[in-house]
């Protein structure tokens, strides 16, 4: 396995990086100038479609995109996606819509080149270790989707999740007291499982398509900003995503996964 795939493992991850630093320096100079023409909400917009283009042509990895229509940079909303790998960031940069900020582990903002684009971009930073710090900065975020007429995107998990079984961590509500906060609705992005593509652990990175499915609006403008309804809210979107991984996804070598849950009835939706 590591002789069959370790070198095209190596050179695709290293034109990935390469990408990924050169779109950075492009966004530093997009967050300058862009402004300067009336045109901030296309900054990271432009520096994705960017990055996608270009480390799909170096990896030979691209998408096919399932419920564009949900996509609509005109009305603000909260955008959750599940989290496997580095290489969301090529997924992510492939439907991530217009007028959209990225809400991102304080760390990020020491990174050379990543950090001082985001910076720049005006990406919204939590401390991860400071709950009243976050809370803050998520409170401020729901306030700027009004004013600014913005939205954001989130990765709920919080961290790179399972990629070698179809399943997701547990859902951190942040971005789902946002969405009430702000009352926008909550869109849902999923992820294809992409297991026997890229595995960094036995130096696995072919290329291939990756299935991306992006489910309708989860309505919030009747929830309350209640913890238990919110927390049914997060697991109410989780059960949706996680169902919708298991039937998009091919199973990663290997692995036994159970059945994907039944869709949600009626009653189910009329809770959101």
């Avoid at 996804?249 to 009329?270: L, M």
Wanted: glycine share 4%; proline share 6%; charged share 20%.
């Amino acid at each position: 396995m590591l002789r069959k795939h370790g070198g095209f493992y190596y050179y695709r991850t290293t034109t990935q990086i390469f990408a990924l630093a050169f779109c950075a320096l492009y966004g530093v100079f997009a967050s300058l100038s862009l402004p300067l023409v009336g045109k901030r909400h296309l900054i990271n917009w432009s520096v994705a479609r960017l990055y996608y283009h270009m480390a799909g042509y170096l990896t030979g990895i691209s998408v096919s995109i399932e419920g564009k229509e949900h996509l609509d940079s005109k009305r603000s909303a909260v955008y959750v996606a599940n989290h496997q790998t580095s290489m969301d960031i090529l997924f992510m940069a492939s439907v991530f819509p217009k007028a959209t900020s990225v809400v991102a582990k304080k760390a990020l903002k020491y990174y050379p080149f990543l950090g001082w684009f985001m910076t720049l971009s005006k990406a919204i930073f939590l401390d991860r270790k400071n709950r009243d710090s976050a809370i803050k900065e998520a409170k401020q975020a729901a306030l700027d989707i009004h004013k600014k007429q913005t939205s954001v995107w989130l990765f709920p998990e919080g961290t790179r999740g399972y990629a070698s079984k179809l399943d997701l961590l547990p859902f951190k509500k942040g971005a789902f007291y946002m969405a009430v906060q702000a009352r926008v609705p909550v869109v849902p992005i999923v992820i294809a499982n992409y297991n026997h593509l890229y595995d960094f652990t036995v130096k696995r990175f072919d290329p291939g398509t990756v299935k991306i499915k992006v489910l309708p609006p989860v309505d919030t403008s009747e929830i309350d900003e209640s913890s238990e309804s919110v927390d049914k809210l997060a697991s109410n979107v989780r059960e949706m995503m996680l169902a919708t991984l298991k039937e998009i996804s091919i199973p990663p070598p290997g692995s036994i996964n159970p059945p994907a849950s039944p869709p949600s009835t009626a009653s189910d939706k009329k809770s959101h």
